[in-house]
């Protein structure tokens, strides 16, 4: 089993859709990671959390530490959204830092 | 300002020959990390360097690969006598701090061995 687990896989939304992308691990963290990933290009951070929620234009990343789990929403989808998302765990109690990462959702968001 | 960057972009290589792959990470970062993305596939940690000092390279999948980073900046990862299985993107990516702190990632070197 993955210590980093995503759903969907896959995800085909309308343009102007509400979008949730979940995870859930199973390690010890000291912070979650959101990352996109467009085709063909290098990883962008959305987010780093520990805790409750963020909040940028219309990306909202929310945490339950507890639960172990995470979600990222989209509000108001667009085609330029469609992208890969990427949850990643940072290490608990390493001395690196290393990520372990998710598998990906592979977004698209049709006009 | 310039961002993290790795050269080549592409690179093909015949099975047994040997690679170096660059990265160039922000000016200043302490922390530099090499990850491994398979197609369709999450990216996979190699090693990490903290200045010039290798602290992690429990991700290696083998002792073909090698990393340094010798005067704290620039790093190489090499990889002697490729096999197809070492077909991937890597990743490079720094950060400004040790621990808890954003990573920022380079555009990936895609390797192909033929």
């Known amino acids: 089993k993955n210590e980093v ?23 010890g963290i000291s912070a979650l990671h959101w990352l996109q ?3 063909g290009g290098g990883i962008v951070s959305l987010f780093m959390l520990s805790s409750g929620k963020k909040k940028h234009g219309r990306l909202i990343a929310t945490i339950n530490i507890q639960e172990k789990h995470s979600s990222l929403h989209i509000t108001a989808s667009h085609p330029r959204d469609s992208a890969v998302y990427i949850c990643a765990v940072g290490d608990y109690g390493g001395a690196t830092n290393k990520l372990i990462f998710g598998t990906g959702t592979l977004l698209a968001v049709q006009p | 300002g310039a961002g993290v960057s790795q050269s080549p972009r592409y690179k093909v290589a015949k099975r047994g020959q040997d690679v170096a792959l660059r990265c160039d990470p922000i000016s200043g970062h302490v922390s530099l990390f090499w990850y491994q993305q398979a197609l369709g596939q999450g990216p996979e940690f190699l090693t990490y360097f903290q200045n010039e000092a290798q602290l992690d390279k429990s991700g290696l999948p083998s002792d073909r690969f090698f990393a340094e980073r010798p005067e704290g900046s620039v790093s190489t990862l090499k990889i002697q006598r ?3 299985e070492d077909s991937a993107v890597y990743l490079c990516a720094s950060s400004p ?3 808890d702190y954003e990573q920022y990632f380079g555009p990936g070197t895609r390797l192909t061995v033929t």
């Open chain 1, 5 to 27: 687990e995503q759903s969907p896989q896959n995800l085909t939304a309308q343009e102007g859709e509400f979008i949730t992308i979940n995870c859930s691990y199973s390690v």
């Open chain 2, 82 to 84: 490729t096999q197809q």
């Open chain 1, 37 to 39: 990933q467009h085709p």
């Open chain 2, 97 to 99: 701090r040790y621990r």
